[in-house]
């Protein structure tokens, strides 16, 4: 079985850093695009980063130069290193990811979230 299981979530006061994994698990035969999005109580989800499996990134305009994404193909992990970070990026944060879980058939997984907190 195919999954994604997010880690690193936390509480950390405002201007601190916390660094997300999102490890995937079960028997891969590819993985395309990874990323990660955000949902606030009362909001939208929304993106937050991407990146491709060539290394390819796209961030939100609200995280730019503050949020990293990477990935690991050999662990088939993504991160998101958070700095500076605002009470506005509280919300529980969710991995996603493209995976074929049989050859050249693939499917838009999610992780369960891991909630993310910043105090003022």
């Known amino acids: 079985q195919v999954q994604l299981v997010e880690s690193g979530g936390g509480l950390v006061q405002a201007g601190g850093s916390l660094r997300l994994s999102c490890a995937a698990s079960g028997i891969i035969f590819g993985i395309n695009a990874m990323g990660w999005y955000r949902q606030a109580p009362g909001k939208q989800r929304e993106l937050v980063a991407s990146?491709?499996?060539?290394?390819?990134?796209n961030y939100a305009d609200s995280v730019k130069g503050r949020f990293t994404i990477s990935r690991d193909n050999a662990k088939n992990t993504v991160y998101l290193q958070m700095n500076s970070l605002k009470p506005e990026d509280t919300a529980v944060y969710y991995c996603n990811a493209d995976m074929a879980g049989r050859p050249a058939h693939f499917y838009n997984y999610w992780g369960r979230g891991t909630q993310v907190t910043v105090s003022s």
């Open positions: 990146i491709s499996s060539g290394g390819s990134t």
